[in-house]
């Protein structure tokens, strides 16, 4: 396909959004909420991870950078989801959907790489205690971030590359909310066959290799695990690891259904709500996962929720409460009301 300026225009039709405007303002209202608490919930997971020296270890310093990327990877479609719900055509351009798909497919995988590298800590943090220190320097953290971001961004340009040089047929009607590789795919006017075959070796590179990781990984931590005599420290060993173990089965359940399978099995319908599980509900419950089954986090976020509301709560006491307050009875009274107090 020659990319021409009349080409870089072309535009793509999203035919998944609601046409009724009464569905069209739930459906705006609904994901508004959710795209608040995702970036809400994956803040103060980082704002946490920031301000708190004890959760300064890899298993976080990991943990806050999840949560970076899915900011990231909600960033690339849902403010363009809304934007469609209220507009009358629902477009896109061939090099905004090329863009779109390049972020939203390498920042998955970097999740997918991200998760799998969690799992490596946990690996080295119960297999071998002594060496994690030493193993598991800063360093090493910050090149297995980058390297999990690079990596992921690299194969989605050299797959979204492929895809976009093929010739597209006359009907550029896309059935879904976004730019994604199964709805795409059957606009190509090409020998799908050979296609697909090179969308699945991406797709196994992402996805399956990351998680045979994850799952060898997990071998190796229940085997030393389950030679833990104490009863509670069996229990410790695995409390850290059944969070994640959550967020990898959520996300990879979902990602393996839609990636890794051929383009025929494609049903529209089906494909649309999968694709709201992993683009919505995935990163919303990412932060509700890690917080509500790690009894740091939650101490964490408690403790500051805690210190805001009591730094309100002294901000307005600290107001005249009249006209005839001076100074100096302003300052008294300052000095004289502690946190404890209120």
């Given at each position: 396909m020659i990319w021409g300026n009349h080409s870089l225009l072309m535009e793509f039709v999203f035919l998944a959004y609601p046409s009724q405007p009464e569905f069209c303002v739930l459906s705006f209202l609904g994901v508004s909420l959710v795209y608040t608490l995702i970036i809400t919930g994956n803040v103060l997971i980082i704002v946490a991870i920031q301000t708190e020296a004890r959760l300064h270890t890899p298993m976080y310093y990991f943990l806050g950078s999840l949560s970076a990327v899915e900011i990231c990877y909600t960033a690339?479609?849902?403010?363009?989801?809304?934007?469609?719900?209220?507009?009358?055509?629902k477009t896109i351009t061939l090099l905004g959907c090329a863009i779109q798909m390049i972020f939203f497919i390498g920042l998955g995988s970097a999740d997918c790489f991200l998760l799998a590298t969690m799992a490596y800590d946990r690996y080295v943090a119960i297999c071998h205690p002594l060496q994690y220190?030493?193993?598991?320097?800063?360093?090493?953290?910050?090149?297995?971030?980058?390297?999990?971001?690079?990596?992921?961004?690299?194969?989605?340009?050299q797959l979204v590359a492929f895809i976009f040089s093929l010739p597209f047929?006359?009907?550029?009607?896309?059935?879904?909310?976004?730019?994604?590789?199964?709805?795409?795919?059957p606009l190509v006017c090409a020998n799908s066959h050979i296609h697909e075959q090179s969308v699945l070796v991406a797709a196994t590179l992402?996805?399956?290799?990351?998680?045979?990781?994850?799952?060898?990984?997990?071998?190796?931590?229940?085997?030393?695990?389950?030679?833990?005599?104490?009863?509670?420290?069996?229990?410790?060993?695995f409390s850290t690891c059944s969070s994640h173990l959550?967020?990898?089965?959520?996300?990879?359940?979902?990602?393996?259904?839609?990636?890794?399978?051929?383009?025929?099995?494609?049903?529209?319908?089906?494909?649309?709500?999968?694709?709201?599980?992993?683009?919505l509900g995935t990163p919303l419950l990412n932060p509700l996962i890690y917080t509500l089954r790690n009894s740091e986090m939650k101490g964490t976020l408690g403790k500051i929720l805690t210190r805001n509301c009591l730094?309100?709560?002294?901000?307005?006491?600290?107001?005249?409460?009249?006209k005839s307050l001076i100074p100096a009875q302003a300052n008294l009274h300052a000095t004289a009301i502690s946190p404890r107090q209120c």
């Open positions: 690339v479609v849902v403010p363009h989801i809304l934007a469609n719900i209220l507009q009358s055509e220190p030493l193993t598991m320097t800063l360093t090493l953290c910050v090149r297995l971030v980058m390297a999990s971001v690079g990596i992921g961004l690299f194969l989605s340009t047929c006359r009907a550029r009607s896309i059935q879904h909310f976004f730019c994604d590789i199964p709805p795409v795919m992402a996805i399956a290799v990351p998680f045979f990781f994850i799952a060898a990984s997990y071998v190796f931590i229940v085997a030393a695990v389950l030679k833990i005599h104490s009863t509670a420290g069996r229990h410790r060993a959550s967020v990898v089965l959520l996300q990879y359940g979902c990602c393996a259904f839609v990636y890794l399978r051929p383009s025929s099995s494609y049903y529209p319908k089906q494909d649309q709500f999968i694709s709201l599980v992993y683009t730094s309100h709560n002294n901000q307005g006491s600290l107001q005249p409460s009249g």
